[in-house]
T-cell receptor
Framework: QQQVKQSPQSLIVQKGGISIINCAYE??????FPWYQQFPGKGPALLIA?????SEKKEGRFTISFNKSAKQFSLHIMDSQPGDSATYFC????????????FGTGTRLLVSP | DAGVIQSPRHEVTEMGQEVTLRCKPI?????LFWYRQTMMRGLELLIY????????DSGMPEDRFSAKMPNASFSTLKIQPSEPRDSAVYFC???????????FGPGTRLTVL
């Protein structure tokens, strides 16, 4: 119940296209859903995050869509650029007990020029 | 601020040797996290500290692993004795609160031969 399932494992998108990464969770106590971006040789860095009181959050070309009833959330990257090529991790955290981030398995995104 | 600092960046050792990884969190952050990243298991939380006190060590794989935080600006993760299956990238992260952004260090790539 602590898992966050992420798909796809890898994704190739042409420059200018839309990249979509999906995550699903079971634990209804999760109430914080961040997305992290990781470049090779670097640590993950927070990209954007959402709480379940809103269904969408947009920051520049990056948008999180959140469906509370389906227990799913997704990252959309509009106008994808080669510089967006990285591994993306969704994560979730609950609001009770030991509050720790549970990460998805990651999606390796390649944006072709 | 310099961000989270980890050392060494790379460590190659032989099976059975003791390995010590070091971390300096961002000044003022009350939470410190140790993660392990592998291709097979993704990002796993090993242990986290609040105000230098270990709060949750349920992710520590076995007794060969130990972590300490003697003061607010320094933490160590020790593996003794090391085994080839410990080969991974180990990240340290820190945050103001558990629900706040976690800032990751650059990681230590450990190879146990």
């Amino acid at each position: 119940q602590q898992q966050v399932k992420q798909s796809p494992q890898s994704l190739i998108v042409q420059k200018g296209g839309i990249s979509i990464i999906n995550c699903a969770y079971e634990n209804t106590a999760f109430d914080y859903f961040p997305w992290y971006q990781q470049f090779p040789g670097k640590g993950p860095a927070l990209l954007i995050a959402i709480r379940p009181d809103v269904s969408e959050k947009k920051e520049g070309r990056f948008t999180i869509s959140f469906n509370k009833s389906a227990k799913q959330f997704s990252l959309h990257i509009m106008d994808s650029q080669p510089g967006d090529s990285a591994t993306y991790f969704c994560a979730a955290m609950g609001n009770t007990g030991f509050q720790k981030l549970v990460f998805g398995t990651g999606t390796r995104l390649l944006v072709s020029p | 601020d310099a961000g989270v600092i980890q050392s060494p960046r790379h460590e190659v050792t032989e099976m059975g040797q003791e390995v010590t990884l070091r971390c300096k969190p961002i000044s003022g952050h009350d939470y410190l996290f140790w993660y392990r990243q592998t291709m097979m298991r993704g990002l796993e939380l090993l242990i986290y500290f609040n105000n230098n006190v270990p709060i949750d060590d349920s992710g520590m794989p076995e007794d060969r692993f130990s972590a300490k935080m003697p003061n607010a600006s320094f933490s160590t993760l020790k593996i003794q004795p090391s085994e080839p299956r410990d080969s991974a990238v180990y990240f340290c992260a820190s945050s103001l609160y558990t629900t706040d952004t976690q800032y990751f260090g650059p990681g230590t790539r450990l190879t146990v031969l």
